[in-house]
């Protein structure tokens, strides 16, 4: 079995910039401190105004090809919707995002008035859009926003049903197309309905998955280095073990320690200390295969999983760490000082024992201490 991957797991991106990468043209408004459903409903609110012009210029599009005047005409009339609709972004962008809400429901909801009163009338069930809204509108609001949601979900359907059972008048003119393309009108309606709430859906399902992930990235990664924390450490040291147990094999545990650290704090202050937890941290990831884990569980130690290794190699690997620790010195203010660390290294060939192994690679590391730091040892 091809060992499981650590690689990607050990950064904490920006939340901001993560989420800007990805919907650079749906986050206007988005701030770092938002919530993770505060960003899903702006990013929906933005979503809503780019699909409210495209579903406008495609229906303008295709009522040209049509060439009917009722068509035609009432396309026209929700241009002046279309071309407001870009205020939903700017209110987001200045922060007034329950404004925006509100714009982006009520310039749908106009739109949707025009096309019925600008030549549609009934008659292509344009007004079936106002189910669409009523839909929507619990997703883009808040929980605690509840009357806003409940005012428009019942005038939406409201809306619908008036004119469902009222009847609107179409212009002179929709008379004119064939039953064929009366038809057509009619499907494309629906169609386009569902194929919005698809989009919808598919948008809340990818921001949740986001936030899902980000919240786990969260609770598995040491704020300050950003390599996986004691938690993330446990379950891939679980998770190696039943492999060891399944397809047999050994791995390697380590722990390792700074050395004196407590002079670099004292000496250059404790931001110096914290930047050199991160350069310490770097230093041994970049040593270490794609599959290896190196973990921070405490203040200034750090831990170690060599998964498919025995001793012999895990010394090759930590030895490498301890050279490379000693070639690249952390520099902190113009001033340089190489940071030693002091490893101890235990074999796992008994899943049932890893936790006492690790135990004695601890034991190692402070023998390695005891015997002049900046060294490897062994559990027997
Ligand atoms: N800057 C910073 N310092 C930390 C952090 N966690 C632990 N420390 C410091 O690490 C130092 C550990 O000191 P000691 O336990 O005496 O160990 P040491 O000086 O590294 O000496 P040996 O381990 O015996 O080589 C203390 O000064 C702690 O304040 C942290 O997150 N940031």
């Not at 749908?108 to 809204?133: E, I, K, N, P, R």
């Not at 670099?264 to 404790?270: L, R």
């Not at 010394?315 to 490379?324: F, G, H, N, S, W």
Request: with cysteine; glycine share 6%.
């Amino acid at each position: 079995m091809k060992p499981t991957s650590f690689d990607g797991m050990t950064k904490a991106p920006h939340r901001t910039a993560q989420l800007t990468a990805r919907w650079r043209w749906l986050s206007f408004g988005v701030r770092a401190e938002d919530t993770a459903t505060q960003v899903r409903k702006i990013v929906q609110v933005n979503a809503g105004v780019w699909l409210l012009i495209g579903t406008v210029l495609i229906f303008n599009a295709l009522f040209w090809l049509i060439g009917n005047e009722a068509l035609i005409q009432s396309g026209l009339w929700q241009w002046p919707v279309m071309l407001a609709a870009p205020t939903v972004w700017w209110l987001n962008a200045r922060r007034h995002l329950h404004a925006a809400r509100w714009l982006m429901i009520l310039l749908a909801m106009v739109d949707c008035l025009l096309a019925v009163a600008g030549g549609q009338g009934t008659a292509s069930t344009v007004h079936v859009y106002f189910l669409l809204f009523a839909v929507m509108t619990p997703t883009l609001f808040a929980v605690e926003e509840w009357p806003a949601t409940l005012i428009l979900v019942v005038t939406n359907l409201g809306m619908f049903l008036a004119l469902q059972f009222g009847h609107w008048p179409a212009h002179p003119a929709f008379a004119l197309l064939d039953a064929h393309t009366q038809a057509m009108m009619i499907q494309s309606m629906v169609v386009s309905c569902v194929l919005i709430l698809i989009l919808m859906t598919m948008l809340t399902e990818i921001a949740a998955a986001d936030n899902e992930n980000r919240l786990i990235r969260l609770a598995e990664t040491d704020p300050l280095t950003g390599l996986p924390n004691r938690r993330q450490f446990r379950q891939a040291l679980e998770a190696e073990g039943s492999r060891m147990a399944r397809e047999g094999g050994s791995f390697v545990l380590g722990v390792f320690d700074l050395d004196h650290f407590k002079r670099v704090n004292d000496e250059w202050g404790h931001d110096a200390g914290d930047q050199a937890l991160v350069h310490i941290g770097h230093v041994v990831q970049g040593q270490l295969r794609a599959y290896d884990l190196v973990a921070r569980t405490g203040g200034e130690e750090f831990v170690l999983l060599l998964p498919h290794t025995d001793l012999a190699e895990a010394r090759l690997v930590v030895e490498r760490i301890r050279q490379a620790l000693e070639k690249d010195p952390f520099t902190y203010s113009g001033q340089a000082r190489v940071i030693t660390v002091s490893i101890g290294l235990a074999l796992v060939s008994d899943a049932a024992t890893m936790d006492q192994r690790l135990r004695q690679a601890d034991e190692a590391m402070y023998q390695a201490k005891h015997e002049g730091r900046n060294r490897v040892c062994c559990a027997p």
